[in-house]
T-cell receptor, first 114, second 113 residues
Framework: GAGVSQSPSNKVTEKGKDVELRCDPI?????LYWYRQSLGQGLEFLIY????????KSGLPSDRFSAERTGGSVSTLTIQRTQQEDSAVYLCASSLLAGSHGYTFGSGTRLTVV | GENVEQHPSTLSVQEGDSAVIKCTYS??????FPWYKQELGKGPQLIID?????GEKKDQRIAVTLNKTAKHFSLHITETQPEDSAVYFC????????????FGAGTILRVKS
């Protein structure tokens, strides 16, 4: 596609439920990133995929968070047993290569845990 | 986060005036410095970037300057317009963080008409 596509755009879930957030990167981009942005805050790095390399999971805040990237393209971020503090906008970005290229961000998924 | 510091956190300017946002970084090996603009309800959008082999880059009303010795870079917006109102993030590719972009905390720019 022309840009990074994220779905759903909004998600309201009950505390304790699991959620899956989807990201379709730009075709041909080998690197994919997930960030979290709490209300009025900056960008918190979560996880990074580069080609077939093992993902960099150093930003995941707890073991309730996981992500996978199938076939080097679509990625899914899963949050298990959601808590109210998980409420935030989850942003996905992709780049042609890691190292010297800027990221193209999607519009994000706004997650609200009630 | 703390390896890229961004100032100010909020900035209000009168329409037509200039706005300057500054960032400092910690890793002297960093070689790529993009700036992003985020409008309400949207993802950040790349507006300009600079690599370490140049000191300044311009694109119409926006410019970025880089001082590698002092490890700081700045975004300059001239002749500001109401549509420039947004949150601006600087970033630096920090080798010590696995070659990923590390973002500043953001600057809320308000252009008053």
């Amino acid at each position: 596609g022309a840009g990074v596509s994220q779905s759903p755009s909004n998600k309201v879930t009950e505390k304790g439920k699991d959620v899956e957030l989807r990201c379709d990167p730009i075709s041909g981009h080998t690197a994919l990133y997930w960030y979290r942005q709490s209300l009025g805050q900056g960008l918190e790095f979560l996880i990074y995929f580069q080609g077939n390399s093992a993902p960099d999971k150093s930003g995941l805040p707890s073991d309730r968070f996981s992500a996978e990237r199938t076939g080097g393209s679509v990625s899914t971020l899963t949050i298990q047993r959601t808590q109210q503090e998980d409420s935030a906008v989850y942003l996905c970005a992709s780049s042609l290569l890691a190292g010297s290229h800027g990221y193209t961000f999607g519009s994000g998924t706004r997650l609200t845990v009630v | 986060g703390e390896n890229v510091e961004q100032h100010p956190s909020t900035l209000s300017v009168q329409e037509g005036d200039s706005a300057v946002i500054k960032c400092t970084y910690s890793d002297s090996a960093s070689n790529y410095f993009p700036w992003y603009k985020q409008e309400l309800g949207k993802g950040p959008q790349l507006i300009i970037d600079i690599r370490s082999n140049v000191g300044e880059k311009k694109d119409q009303r926006i410019a970025v300057t880089l001082n590698k010795t002092a490890k700081h870079f700045s975004l300059h917006i001239t002749e500001t317009q109401p549509e420039d109102s947004a949150v601006y993030f600087c970033a630096a590719r920090l080798m010590e963080y696995g070659n990923k972009l590390v973002f500043g905390a953001g600057t809320i720019l308000r252009v008053k008409s």
